[in-house]
C-alpha cells in the first residue's frame, strides 16, 4: 500500500472510487448539484485544501480529502472490496496530521446518521466523538489534535 499526496492526475480515480461505494452512495450528477466536479476539485487540492489517495498496486483504492480552513475532513472514501484494509485509516492519519501541521486544533466532519452505517463505527473507534445532528439529518463528529 502506498498513501501519497493527490494531485490533478488523481482526480479520475477519486470519482471512480467515490461512486462505487456501497454507502453514502451518489452519482456524478449528485455531486454535481453540490458543486463537486472535475473543474471544481483541482482547486480543493491545493492551498488550504489537500487529497491523499491509496494505492495497491499501483491502482488508487481510496482516497481522502481536507480543508484547513474549515478544520475538516470532507472526504473519506474506500473501495468496496478493499475495505478492512488500513486504507481508511492510513488515509485518516495523513488527514489529522496535515490539519495539526496548519494549526488546527479540533476538527470535524459529517456523515450518515444511522448507526448502522460502517462510518460511523469507524470514527468512533479512531477517537471522533458525535456532537450533534445537523439540519440535513447527517450527524457531526469532532475530534481534539494534540
Not at 471512480?16 to 454507502?23: A, T
Not at 448539484?33 to 499501483?58: C, F, H, Y
Amino acid at each position: 500500500m502506498l498513501i501519497r499526496i493527490a494531485g490533478i492526475t488523481d482526480i479520475a480515480d477519486m470519482f471512480r472510487v467515490r461512486i462505487s461505494v456501497n454507502e453514502n452512495k451518489a452519482t456524478m450528477a449528485d455531486l454535481a448539484k453540490n458543486g463537486i466536479t472535475s473543474e471544481s476539485l483541482p482547486e480543493m487540492l491545493s492551498g488550504q485544501g489537500r487529497g491523499w489517495v491509496a494505492e495497491i498496486d499501483g491502482v488508487t483504492r481510496a482516497f481522502a480529502m481536507a480543508d484547513a480552513d474549515n478544520a475538516t475532513i470532507f472526504a473519506l472514501f474506500v473501495e468496496p472490496g478493499f475495505e478492512g484494509q488500513n486504507l481508511g485509516r492510513n488515509l485518516m492519519n495523513e488527514a489529522e496530521k496535515w490539519l495539526a501541521e496548519m494549526g488546527c486544533q479540533q476538527i470535524w466532519l459529517e456523515t450518515d446518521s444511522n448507526t448502522l452505517v460502517r462510518a460511523n463505527g469507524f470514527y468512533r473507534h479512531t477517537g471522533w466523538a458525535e456532537s450533534n445532528i445537523q439540519q440535513d439529518g447527517q450527524v457531526k463528529f469532532i475530534k481534539k489534535l494534540n
